[in-house]
């Protein structure tokens, strides 16, 4: 059983105090893809900047979805879900290094991207006051990257698409804030830099912003979110590197319980 509050439930917004939360809306992210994928001259890894490479822009919405369950005194557990997948013609603005193949400039290609996030996060809460919920805690980030080049000329070498999947751990901590029972505010961080497994580099997942709650269970919200992924990949089907930047609003509608 959750322990009592110093005062009522309803003096404080019910992301603080309710036991089961749940966020759905529209994540708007501004994206930066850079990769290198098994090619190199003289020895070193060519990493291009993907849309200045390929000419499109990046910037779709996305479904994301996030949910927390507090259970005990301090504990608590959330998920996060999101995917954005793209497939496009382009004309390339300049030479790919791909697979130790040259795919030239001008050269009219099918591209695309794959990028899926999964993060679960275990935490504990240290902060006594009614208002407030301040925690750290151990998190998983499974990743899914994928990326692939398709020229519509036949290129000598393996254009085999690049994909990499797993599981990448991290440290993480909170504030979260209700000035009143309507309004709720808070952020919070998750961090690793390290080489684990097949990945050498380093993660970071920040978010910040603000709920209304509109009814008893249901509320609205925006926050600013950011997910960085900046790490070299040893695998078989992905021998290179990757840094990825998301970055922009999320506007959802919140049930609580």
Request: avoid cysteine; hydrophobic fraction near 40%; glycine fraction near 10%.
């Amino acid at each position: 059983m959750l322990a009592a509050p110093a005062h009522a439930d309803n003096e404080v917004h019910p992301f603080i105090t309710d036991r089961f939360s749940v966020q759905m809306g529209v994540f708007m992210p501004a994206k930066d893809i850079k990769l290198s994928v098994d090619g190199a001259v003289a020895g070193i890894s060519q990493e291009f900047d993907w849309e200045a490479a390929t000419g499109f822009e990046d910037d779709d919405e996305v479904f994301m979805l996030e949910g927390k369950w507090r259970f005990g005194e301090k504990w608590s557990f959330r998920a996060q879900y999101y995917e954005s997948d793209k497939t496009a013609e382009a004309v390339l603005e300049e030479d790919i290094y791909w697979r130790n193949s040259i795919i030239g400039a001008g050269s009219r290609v099918t591209a695309g991207t794959e990028f899926s996030l999964m993060r679960t996060f275990f935490g504990r809460s240290f902060d006594n006051r009614p208002n407030v919920d301040t925690g750290i805690g151990l998190g998983l980030h499974w990743l899914r990257i994928g990326a692939f080049i398709e020229p519509d000329v036949n290129t000598i070498g393996d254009l085999s698409a690049a994909k990499v999947s797993g599981p990448l751990p991290n440290i993480g901590a909170w504030y979260y804030y209700s000035p009143s029972p309507k309004w709720f505010i808070g952020g919070r961080l998750d961090w690793l830099d390290a080489k684990i497994d097949k990945y050498d580099g380093g993660i970071t997942n920040v978010s910040a912003g603000v709920n209304y709650q509109l009814f008893e269970n249901v509320g609205i919200g925006m926050k600013y979110q950011l997910f960085r992924l900046d790490v070299d990949l040893k695998e078989d089907k992905w021998n290179g590197g990757v840094l990825l930047d998301f970055n922009g609003p999320f506007i959802y509608l919140s049930g609580n319980w």
